[in-house]
């Protein structure tokens, strides 16, 4: 068969370490090349004999704080990183060997993922990737907020949010995979947060390995990081980064125009359930 785009993965195993941003844990994580049709999977080899966890929204398990994958026992946390690096990288399939439950934070955005990912390469496989079609718009709204998908011939994802901090405000950004380049334009915008919650978090023992070096810190009219911003608009590019992770978890990508406001892991997760029950709003297979 040709006349298709192929299914990927990596070229080669890559691994790295880091820190756990709530459970303050070193962790040590191998990236391997897996067949076509296999997706993500997770496997925890500190667990030996426990069930690969597939990156699928029916595995989701908790959305408080991260994004928590479960099965039969096992979880692995603080997916939405790791997941949007292989999302905006358009890599379908790999094995993520872990040998602890949560996903390093590293500079607290996607960016050392996705380097070491084109680090290792990215090769086709003898097998079409298979897709979403999205065929009618699909919204669900809560109260101001909403997430959206409407029929699009590539894949687009525009986020917009709405702060009221002075350093926030009003953002809005676009990404189209088929243009624009995720590594440049959205791995490198980091996790944020108000000191005032990240003091809370770790008053109850969570938030353990956050710091600096791996968030954007914001007091009431200050960002507390020496180095300042990576864009004008990280705040925005980085919801972005963690709405491509949580849509990543429908198991194919879209062919279609998500638009997001004020959204979060919870209402993107939401949103996935809407979707999959909408059946008669999309069609799955090869892009034509």
């Not at 820190?19 to 500190?46: C, E, W, Y």
């Not at 084109?118 to 101001?144: H, R, W």
């Amino acid at each position: 068969m040709t006349g298709y785009t192929a299914q990927t993965t990596l070229a080669k195993s890559i691994s790295l370490s880091g820190v756990g941003v709530h459970s303050g844990k070193m962790t040590h994580l191998t990236l391997k090349p897996a067949p076509q049709n296999h997706g993500i999977k997770f496997r925890r080899v500190d667990l030996p004999g426990t069930q690969d966890i597939q990156a699928l929204f029916k595995l989701v398990v908790d959305t408080s704080l991260a994004t928590v994958l479960g099965t039969n026992g096992a979880i692995v946390s603080t997916i939405e990183h790791l997941m949007a690096g292989f999302s905006g990288l358009g890599i379908d399939n790999a094995l993520v060997e872990i040998d602890d439950y949560e996903i390093p934070i590293m500079d607290g955005s996607a960016k050392i993922f996705t380097q070491m990912m084109e680090a290792a390469g990215i090769v086709l496989l003898d097998a079409p990737k298979q897709y979403f079609i999205v065929k009618k718009t699909i919204e669900l709204v809560e109260d101001d907020k909403f997430v959206s998908v409407r029929p699009c011939p590539c894949f687009k994802i525009t986020c917009s949010i709405d702060f009221p901090h002075p350093l926030i405000g009003k953002q809005e950004i676009t990404f189209d995979r088929e243009k624009d380049n995720f590594e440049r334009d959205i791995s490198r915008a980091r996790t944020f947060g108000f000191i005032k919650d990240l003091e809370l978090l770790k008053r109850f023992s969570l938030g353990k390995g956050g710091s600096l070096d791996n968030a954007i810190v914001i007091d009431e009219d200050r960002i507390l990081n020496e180095e300042g911003l990576r864009y004008p608009d990280e705040f925005v590019r980085h919801k972005l980064l963690d709405s491509l992770g949580d849509f990543s978890l429908l198991g194919m990508p879209i062919k279609g125009h998500i638009i997001t406001h004020k959204s979060g892991h919870a209402l993107n997760h939401s949103f996935i359930e809407t979707f999959l029950k909408n059946k008669d709003a999309w069609e799955t297979g090869p892009a034509a």
